[in-house]
């Protein structure tokens, strides 16, 4: 029998590429260029599954070729947000993620943007860099505490529990969450999280808010100026989850007014751009949407799409299917 023919959209760590090669009939990306959209829809056109990233609108049109090969989307990433989900349905397509295996490395980073804009530890670093530390004494760049303060966390997810287990655990943290599907009692009282009825309470009582929800339509824009209001006005957001849950100009708003005291951005509403004014603001961290960036985490993610896959076209249910 001849091996599933397959296209990758994008580079993968190299012990995933070779997996790929060994199992596949495999189109590599090897410029690692992003495909635009005739690429997008000859790949479909010509390939038993796509595997693409966060970055590649699959919507209807990309899926549009008649005859469609393709059978299979193995999504590098566990949002999957960039599908139409609808439309792979109903073009006969299964639709696979990779959860759990970016779970902690996205935690450790929405920690390490919490603490970094709690601590001013960019402003820190660029005021080393830029030679302008004239040494040190009591009053400067003062931050704010972590330790002993309450994290107040949108969305209990496992994205969302290992960042409560790091806040309660590692920083004596009180921690609350909002959650319209929480977890099992038992999971909540090991972590020490308490739930609240919305998600107003949580930005009430929150010194840190971090956002731990899927980028569905109804968390579009979650985080809004009412929801800025809401929040103390020492607060810090953390936003590792998607861009599309934060309305960007009334986050720019709240921190320019001093609603809010700064912001840890992982993600974009329009990534690569990023709205000018936050790039301006010190109190701010911006990252290039690194949560899932560690080695050992993209090569589980490439190999975590392929295990799929390998269900996939052995018969079986993969085990991560979504649609
Ligand atoms: C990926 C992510 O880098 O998995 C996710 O949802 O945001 C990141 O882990 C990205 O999605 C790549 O597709």
Same mark, same amino acid.
């Given at each position: 029998?001849?091996?599933?023919?397959?296209?990758?959209?994008?580079?993968?760590?190299q012990e995933a590429e070779a997996r790929l090669r060994a199992l596949f009939d495999v189109t590599l990306?090897?410029?690692?260029?992003?495909?635009?959209?005739?690429?997008?829809?000859?790949?479909?056109?010509?390939?038993?599954?796509?595997?693409?990233?966060?970055?590649?609108?699959?919507?209807?049109?990309?899926?549009?070729?008649?005859?469609?090969?393709?059978?299979?989307?193995?999504?590098?990433?566990?949002?999957?947000?960039?599908?139409?989900?609808?439309?792979?349905?109903?073009?006969?397509?299964?639709?696979?993620?990779?959860?759990?295996?970016?779970?902690?490395?996205?935690?450790?980073?929405?920690?390490?943007?919490?603490?970094?804009?709690?601590?001013?530890?960019?402003?820190?670093?660029?005021?080393?860099?830029?030679?302008?530390?004239?040494?040190?004494?009591?009053?400067?760049?003062?931050?704010?505490?972590?330790?002993?303060?309450?994290?107040?966390?949108?969305?209990?997810?496992?994205?969302?529990?290992?960042?409560?287990?790091?806040?309660?655990?590692?920083?004596?943290?009180?921690?609350?969450?909002?959650?319209?599907?929480?977890?099992?009692?038992?999971?909540?009282?090991?972590?020490?999280?308490?739930?609240?009825?919305?998600?107003?309470?949580?930005?009430?009582?929150?010194?840190?808010?971090?956002?731990?929800?899927?980028?569905?339509?109804?968390?579009?824009?979650?985080?809004?100026?009412?929801?800025?209001?809401?929040?103390?006005?020492?607060?810090?957001?953390?936003?590792?989850?998607?861009?599309?849950?934060?309305?960007?100009?009334?986050? !720019?708003?709240?921190?320019?007014?001093?609603?809010?005291?700064?912001?840890?951005?992982? !993600?974009?509403?329009?990534?690569?751009?990023?709205?000018?004014?936050?790039?301006?603001?010190?109190?701010?961290?911006?990252?290039?949407?690194?949560?899932?960036?560690?080695?050992?985490?993209?090569?589980?993610?490439?190999?975590?799409?392929?295990?799929?896959?390998?269900?996939?076209?052995?018969?079986?249910?993969?085990?991560?299917?979504?649609?």
């Open positions: 029998m001849s091996k599933p023919k397959v296209i990758v959209t994008r580079r993968w760590p990306n090897v410029d690692d260029r992003p495909l635009d959209r005739a690429a997008l829809q000859r790949a479909f056109r010509d390939h038993d599954a796509v595997f693409p990233t966060v970055t590649d609108r699959i919507d209807a049109e990309a899926m549009s070729a008649e005859p469609l090969r393709a059978r299979l989307i193995g999504n590098f990433g566990v949002g999957f947000n960039n599908i139409d989900v609808a439309a792979a349905k109903a073009r006969g397509l299964v639709v696979t993620n990779t959860p759990e295996v970016l779970t902690d490395a996205t935690a450790d980073l929405a920690m390490t943007l919490l603490l970094m804009t709690a601590r001013r530890a960019g402003e820190g670093e660029r005021h080393v860099r830029n030679k302008e530390w004239s040494g040190w004494r009591p009053t400067h760049m003062m931050g704010t505490q972590v330790t002993g303060k309450t994290l107040g966390l949108i969305g209990l997810g496992r994205i969302g529990r290992a960042m409560a287990k790091r806040a309660s655990h590692g920083f004596d943290m009180r921690v609350i969450f909002f959650d319209p599907f929480p977890p099992p009692a038992e999971a909540l009282q090991d972590l020490g999280a308490e739930r609240r009825e919305s998600i107003e309470s949580v930005l009430a009582e929150a010194d840190f808010v971090s956002l731990h929800c899927p980028a569905t339509p109804e968390n579009f824009n979650l985080m809004n100026a009412a929801r800025f209001a809401a929040m103390k006005d020492d607060a810090i957001l953390v936003n590792t989850a998607r861009g599309d849950v934060v309305d960007e100009a009334a986050l !720019v708003r709240a921190l320019a007014d001093g609603r809010i005291a700064g912001a840890g951005l992982d !993600v974009f509403a329009r990534e690569p751009a990023v709205t000018p004014e936050l790039l301006a603001m010190e109190n701010v961290v911006l990252l290039p949407h690194l949560g899932s960036a560690t080695r050992e985490t993209r090569t589980a993610m490439g190999l975590r799409v392929i295990e799929n896959a390998e269900a996939f076209f052995a018969g079986k249910e993969p085990r991560d299917r979504v649609a």
